[in-house]
């Protein structure tokens, strides 16, 4: 399975758009890439996920580049509420029903 | 409304005495799975299910045990077997195998 990295923390004005990074180089042809976030003890929650193309949708938008060797995910307009740890996973191949979450990137958003 | 339910959400045990965590689905989904996640953590995996009375291990299975009688149903039973079983316990769910994951609220476990 391909391993992702991501900064431990980030800080984000609220209002201004928060921009996520993650590291996925051994990333193969048919894994994809999820975005969760969890905040303070509670489960993840589901944010996006694409394959090869840049996605959005009423939460975030998904940049992948075009070697799909890293991707970002933004935040349009981040709220006091957005303060959660976000997961960067890739999923697929032969361990498609596993998803294999990383220490992610707490994002602090201040006022 | 459709969901994933947890229960109890903090459970406080004895050393050795074994315990059991529900979770429980009404989102008609295939696929169940535990994770457990430690302080400052991310979430690893224990057991999955993709359908009702078959079950696969997790990359910490030892020291767990599951069954999986009915689709709704994925308890998990933290066995005195496991070594350091005070954790924050996390029961998924998903479409079919390999879907998007919807997560319950997870119960808190610390063993005294």
């Known amino acids: 399975d391909a391993k992702t990295t991501q900064p431990p923390s980030m800080d984000c004005a609220e209002g201004r758009a928060a921009n996520l990074p993650c590291n996925h180089s051994?990333?193969?042809?048919?894994?994809?890439v999820y975005w969760y976030r969890q905040i303070h003890s509670q489960g993840p929650q589901y944010i996006i996920h694409?394959?090869?193309n840049n996605e959005t949708n009423e939460m975030a938008s998904l940049i992948i580049t075009e070697d799909r060797k890293s991707s970002t995910l933004i935040l349009p307009h981040a709220t006091l509420r957005d303060t959660a740890v976000y997961y960067c996973i890739v999923r697929g191949g032969a361990n498609f029903n596993k998803f294999y979450f990383g220490s992610g990137t707490k994002l602090n958003v201040k006022p | 409304d459709g969901g994933i339910t947890q229960s109890p959400k903090y459970l406080f045990r004895k050393e050795g005495q074994n315990v059991t965590l529900s979770c429980e689905q009404n989102?008609?989904?295939?696929?169940m799975y535990w994770y457990r996640q430690d302080p400052g953590q991310g979430l690893r995996l224990i057991y999955y299910s993709q359908i009702v009375n078959d079950f696969q291990k997790g990359d910490i299975a030892e020291g767990y045990s599951v069954s999986r009688e009915k689709k709704e149903s994925f308890p998990l039973t933290v066995t005195s077997a496991q070594k350091n079983p005070t954790a924050f316990y996390l029961c998924a769910s998903s479409i079919r195998a390999g879907g998007e994951l919807f997560f319950g609220e997870g119960s808190r476990l610390t063993v005294l």
């Open positions: 051994t990333i193969s042809g048919n894994e994809y």
């Open positions: 694409g394959l090869k």
């Open positions: 989102l008609n989904h295939d696929a």
